[in-house]
């Protein structure tokens, strides 16, 4: 008898919303033309990455990963559909790339990294894309 792994809801991150705000206000240290319209628009960005990291939750499920925004299902991504993952500068944390048999997707990422890629490994496996060889 299998045992299938159980639903796992990642924690929220703010660290990209919050260096994306604080690059923001950096810009009003230069002396950009247009002064201050480049700092407003990107630290409006990094507050609607704020807002959507206080709203968004990624649930790892038996057979899909599902986006929720405010208790609400919005999206469900069955795992037999999954062609390949990549996770892009997780550090910071970065980009998360996925795609499907009929779409491809770029996500911000709002969660844990090292969870993200503890749940992509142990549902999916390796489906993450290896960095392309530079040698012809």
Same mark, same amino acid.
């Given at each position: ?32 033309? /247009?002064?201050? #319209? ?5 630290? +409006?960005? =990094? &507050? !609607?990455?704020?807002?959507? @990291?206080? *709203? ?25 559909? /999954?062609?390949? #993952? ?5 550090? +910071?944390? =970065? &980009? !998360?790339?996925?795609?499907? @048999?009929? *779409? ?33």
């Amino acid at each position: 008898m299998s045992s299938s792994p159980a639903n796992v809801t990642l924690a929220p991150d703010p660290r990209l919303p919050l260096l994306v705000v604080g690059l923001g206000a950096a810009l009003l240290l230069l002396p950009l033309p /247009w002064n201050p #319209w480049p700092t407003l628009v990107v630290v +409006l960005f =990094g &507050l !609607f990455l704020l807002i959507q @990291t206080a *709203s968004l939750r990624l649930e790892f499920e038996e057979r899909a990963l599902i986006v929720w925004q405010n208790g609400r299902e919005l999206r469900r991504f069955p795992y037999d559909q /999954w062609l390949a #993952w990549r996770l892009f500068a997780p550090w +910071l944390p =970065g &980009l !998360f790339y996925f795609r499907e @048999t009929k *779409s491809i997707h770029f996500l911000p990422i709002l969660f844990s990294p090292g969870e993200l890629r503890e749940q992509l490994e142990s549902r999916l496996g390796t489906l993450e894309q290896p960095e392309k060889d530079s040698k012809p």
